[in-house]
């Protein structure tokens, strides 16, 4: 396994915000609701894991390391973490676990369905993403793996609704989308090795 430390840093960088959130819930130090922050800590947490994803390649192409690509799997894995915990936090401390409350709910809160929406999209890409699945899909897989873009899409107009009290934070999210999916575009992404070697002969 290549950069065996660098794997096991983001593992244990990855893991321990939302052990120190329910911590923190626990201890009762997240408010006056700490099931609602916890909720939205885990869904915001999940959407940064995914812009931290989508990082991965033009940094890759900017530094020509190869240690941006070997995690990108593993960060992709646990944005989907994220919002599995995001969604567990939900049914038990918004619902209380009552399924019957659910559908008043999505008549009240519809972005909960684009989220809900999203996350399917999460778990069809977390499933694939395996070596068996890139050898049984081929070409597809890659297809298939560009859901990704609507799924930053989708998140991000979940999160829009969720916080329309507070636009700055969701601005800033938004975007860094847009600059990662603009590093994305073939006329810039052949752009980022030539400011890699600019930089070097300065």
Request: with cysteine; proline share 4%.
């Amino acid at each position: 396994m290549r950069y065996p430390f660098w794997r096991c840093a983001v593992f244990l960088v990855a893991l321990l915000p939302p052990l120190y959130w329910l911590y923190q819930a626990w201890i009762f130090a997240l408010g006056p609701d700490p099931g609602k922050a916890l909720v939205d800590r885990l869904g915001q947490g999940g959407l940064i894991l995914l812009l931290v994803t989508l990082a991965m390649t033009p940094l890759q192409k900017l530094t020509r390391w190869g240690g941006w690509i070997q995690v990108r799997r593993q960060l992709g894995l646990w944005s989907f973490t994220y919002v599995v915990l995001h969604l567990s936090a939900y049914a038990v401390f918004i619902l209380g676990l009552d399924m019957g409350q659910l559908a008043i709910e999505l008549r009240k809160r519809p972005y909960i369905i684009i989220g809900f929406v999203a996350s399917l999209m999460l778990l069809v890409m977390a499933v694939t993403s395996n070596r068996w699945s890139m050898r049984r899909l081929g070409t597809a897989w890659k297809k298939l793996h560009r859901l990704i873009y609507v799924i930053l899409a989708l998140g991000l107009l979940h999160m829009l609704w969720v916080v329309r009290s507070d636009l700055e934070r969701w601005a800033i999210y938004a975007a860094l989308g847009v600059c990662l999916m603009l590093l994305r575009l073939p006329r810039i992404a052949r752009q980022l090795p030539l400011l890699r070697s600019r930089f070097a002969m300065r």
